[in-house]
């Protein structure tokens, strides 16, 4: 719904251009979209294509020089290894997003639904509040609470539990992820849930649906944009980072971007590090268009059924 | 004997009954006072003006908002705490509320999907309400889609469907535009004879309320002013604020002269008026009143009648047409302002001068006289 006002409130922007025609216009584009534009030309695009060749060329002598050979798509590609580190990034990377969208959602609700508008606003401060300090510093104090000496397994030994491993495994790493992406989660559950009308909850109870059934056919549906680009936004992050698997997934097995420092550390493999890189862009590009065709592609096959 | 007496009581019990229904958000009132009873298959138009409680009014009757005080109660079953969705009471919203993920045919079905209902009836009782809305073609479509009507039509079909007891509509009309307004209304009406459901309908508008209902209930700052038919509301206002609110009226102040069967006297300072309407009976001599007389019911003349009771001197100040009604407006002593209605065929025997003084003519049938509090 809020998909179809932005689409409006673009169509109209796009007519009021078009009424004034005028070239000032353009110019105001020029130059505000310009630096933007420039921005991820320098910074993005171009680094990305410069990669994309790179996986052509070939290291000799430890010396990096410009060929056009396909070996380096062929060591990856034919490496059991690189395959089992794709399938161990996209198991952590999917368990991360999946649980933290069902971890947040009962949250996201409670604070976009059941609580007065100040509520909501404090709530979302505290969930930006990691923001605050460093990636690096939360996942070593995960090390601490999780380690085989940690605090958590101090605490279950006094119940005659574990000690359980927690670190140095996938468990490790998913609670790292779990922590780089929950705040982004919450807070696109939390925009996309308290943006729901409250008519529609109301049209809801008063068609039969008790609070447990409004979620799963009105909440849920009607935040569904919001729910999905978070759980993308958790995969995409999860799916890339280096922090979490290297300090609480001990790097070994490597997920794809351990295997990527390795190969430069190991023997200066940029070119082989670039094919893995690659791999990764792709892996995510389809996933986030496949996420915006769902999300926006709602939307367009609405408007054109009418 | 008796306990046939007590059926038919039970029978004839109002289905929906308000006693002293009172709601309050923080420290003000949105209604209160509130007592009403509604009966099977009534057609109840809730009018009065923007912010008097209408709404709210409803969303108790739906379990929207629960009462801070008083009790209503369905069938003579306490209702007050009953959540909405055990109501079965469907509210067809002001701005529809349909939902913009589904379908025009999912939206009806949505209703259906908690009774044990097999998804095949679901789809068909769905669609046959489309089809009898006029709208079967519909079914695929989105709501964000649809046009005004057509919306209304999905947001009724999405309650009728239920098959409820009472159906509850909130200014169903209010976004749609004139020529859609009068079609809905007779649609509407129709409906409502043909189930014999009862319809709670809430509107501003006061034309929407007497072409539909067979009950109104006028409110003003959360309480009931008066209830009754439609035609005894326009005609027999009990106060002032109904006098005002419906038709056109002329409310003139004054004190009560004398008090005899063959008539009311009041005195006011256009001079005196009699009635012979039926008085409230706690109004004795040198009581405070309001003379009422509906603008449609006074005639205008050139020369002065014989009579000088109930006539008024006034001069033309203005006129407004509409249609071929044409409302005069003239202003008597004391800058008294007075309204008559006349067919526009009536005109052409009064030559109109700006300025010009006319004598009002109120038949004492046609003058009520109501307390002023
Ligand atoms: N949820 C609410 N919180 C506070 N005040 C409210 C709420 N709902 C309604 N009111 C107030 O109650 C009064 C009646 O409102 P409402 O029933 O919506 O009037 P109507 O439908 O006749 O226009 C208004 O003064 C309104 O401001
Ligand atoms: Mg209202």
Redesign the interface.
Known sequence: ?AK?KLDRAGGGALETGRASGSASRRAFIGVFGGPLVFWQGLFFVAPLIFMFVMTFWAVRNYQLSADFTLANWQAILAADYAWDAYLRSALGAGLAAGIATVVAFPCAYYLGLKTTPRVRILGACLIMAPFFTSFLVRTYTWRTMLGDEGVLNAMLGWLGLGPFQMINNLFGSVVGYLTLVMPLVLLLQLFSISGI?R??I?????????PF?TVF??II??A?NGIVLAATFAFVLSFGDLISPQVLGGSNPPTLSILIVDQVRGGLQWPRASVIAVMMVVTLGVLVSLAMAFVYG?STK??K?? | MTADASATDDENAALLRFTNVQKKFGDSFAVRDFNLEIGRGDFVAIMGPSGCGKTTTLRMLAGLEHPTAGEIRRNGEMINGLSPWLRRMPLVWQNYALFPFLTVLENVEFGLRNDKVSKIDRRRRASEWLDRLGIGDLGHRSPTTLSGGQAQRVALARALVLEPEVLLLDEPLSALDANMVVRMQTEIAQLQKALGITFVYVTHNQSEAFAMANRVVIMNQGKIEQVGEPLEVYRLPKTRFVAEFVGTNNIIDGTIVSHSPSGVVVETKLGQFVSTNPIDGTLGEASRVHIIASADLVSVSQDRPKDSKNVVTARLIGESFAGTIVILVFEAAGGQELKVQLQQRALQDLSLDPNQEFHLVFEPMDTLVIPSV
């Open positions: 719904m179809t009308d008519r529609l109301e049209a809801a109870h008063n068609l039969g649906c008790n059934q056919r009105v549906p009607g569904r709602g609405r408007a059924r009418a």
